[in-house]
Nanobody
Framework: VQLQAFGGGLVQAGDSLRLSCAASGVTHNTYALGWFRQTPGREREFVAAIRLTDGSTFHADSLRGRFTASRDNSRSAMYLQMHSLKAEDTAVYLC?????????????????WGQGTLVTVSS
């Protein structure tokens, strides 16, 4: 499985941004795809996930309503739509793949990670 997140950049507070994750090697047996973000000195933070087996989406409680994850039906791409961005959303955003059943909010359970994309929100 190979993953690549892209679409980051420098935006102003209050702006919207859509990230994409290109995924190859994902099969009908793959359990979930997830979005996480990381800032220096902090643990990787769960943002959102999609359980591929049934299409269920999961979002961090603190981000629900501003961030929305979605995917295309081919399983080859996942998206993260972000609205009303704040300075504290500044981070490297990464997408990840979980092959077998696990807790989608736990980054330790993901098997594959892509290169992240940096989102910088200027206040």
């Amino acid at each position: 499985v190979q993953l690549q997140a892209f679409g980051g950049g420098l935006v102003q507070a209050g702006d919207s941004l859509r990230l994409s994750c290109a995924a190859s090697g994902v099969t009908h047996n793959t359990y979930a795809l997830g979005w996480f973000r990381q800032t220096p000195g902090r643990e990787r933070e769960f943002v959102a996930a999609i359980r591929l087996t049934d299409g269920s989406t999961f979002h961090a409680d603190s981000l629900r309503g501003r961030f929305t994850a979605s995917r295309d039906n081919s399983r080859s791409a996942m998206y993260l739509q972000m609205h009303s961005l704040k300075a504290e959303d500044t981070a490297v955003y990464l997408c990840a793949c979980m092959i077998n059943w696990g807790v989608v909010r736990n980054h330790h359970e993901y098997n594959f990670w892509g290169q992240g994309t940096l989102v910088t929100v200027s206040s």
